[in-house]
């Protein structure tokens, strides 16, 4: 079956540090892969897509690269915020199945 | 404004009293589905809907109901709810991709504590 395998949190970073959460995935297929984020006391969010190998998924500072060949999409930013602060979580959905399978979420904290 | 919309947002309850937990979308999406998120076990998917009175289980479904009359209302029905089914609920709505796969939007979550 699928799977996704994140790097277990917290991860604390001090403002404007370079942060890297490791996402790695087990599928069949050919999947879709996706980060989610959770804020404090709200539901999950799109944060990035891709969708094909090589494609690069971005959004508000965050990137994170289809990797094939390593099966990983690693979410990087280079510079953290104190309000990056969230729960962020590695997703797939493969082609034809609309079932999302999720990593375990890694929490992020980011001090002044 | 696209969303999904779910209510109550915070519920106490006692054992053995049926509750229903609301959920709609205005976004037209055929695939709607039911998670529970618990502490070191992430997100798990309860029930999924693919359209109209098509429902299936997903991986926790054990203690919990679905009905999807309307495409847009997706309520999760729990008949005698016991204290393990304390947990925040999540609902979602999919739009497939460009690619494959799907996309899914998210409700902003049900805290409910079962005493």
């Known amino acids: 079956g699928n799977s996704v395998t994140q790097m277990e949190g917290p991860v604390t970073l001090s403002e404007e540090a370079f942060l890297t959460i490791n996402c790695t995935y087990t599928?069949?297929?050919?999947?879709?892969l996706f980060w989610y984020v959770q804020y404090p006391g709200e539901g999950l969010q799109l944060l990035l897509k891709?969708?094909?190998?090589?494609d690069k998924g971005s959004n508000k500072g965050f990137e994170a690269t289809y990797r094939k060949e390593t099966t990983s999409f690693h979410l990087e930013k280079g510079s953290v915020q104190v309000s990056d602060s969230a729960v962020y979580f590695c997703?797939?959905?493969?082609?034809?199945?609309?079932?999302?399978?999720f990593g375990k979420g890694t929490m992020l904290l980011v001090s002044p | 404004e696209a969303q999904v919309t779910q209510n109550p947002r915070y519920l106490i309850t006692v054992t053995g009293k049926k509750l229903t937990v609301t959920c709609s979308q205005n976004?037209?999406?055929?695939?709607m589905s039911w998670y529970r998120q618990d502490p070191g076990l992430g997100l798990r998917q309860i029930y999924y809907?693919?359209?109209?009175?098509?429902?299936d289980k997903g991986d926790v479904p054990e203690g919990y109901k679905v009905s999807r009359k309307e495409k847009r209302n997706f309520p999760l029905i729990l008949e005698s709810p016991s204290p393990n089914q304390t947990s925040l609920y999540f609902c979602?709505?999919?739009?497939?991709?460009?690619?494959?796969?799907?996309?899914?939007?998210f409700g902003p979550g049900t805290r409910l504590t079962v005493t």
């Open positions: 997703a797939l959905s493969e082609r034809g199945y609309s079932t999302l399978t």
């Open positions: 976004m037209n999406h055929e695939y």
């Open positions: 979602a709505s999919s739009l497939s991709i460009q690619g494959g796969g799907y996309e899914q939007y």
């Open positions: 891709a969708t094909k190998a090589d």
């Open positions: 599928a069949t297929g050919y999947p879709s």
């Open positions: 809907s693919m359209n109209v009175e098509v429902t």
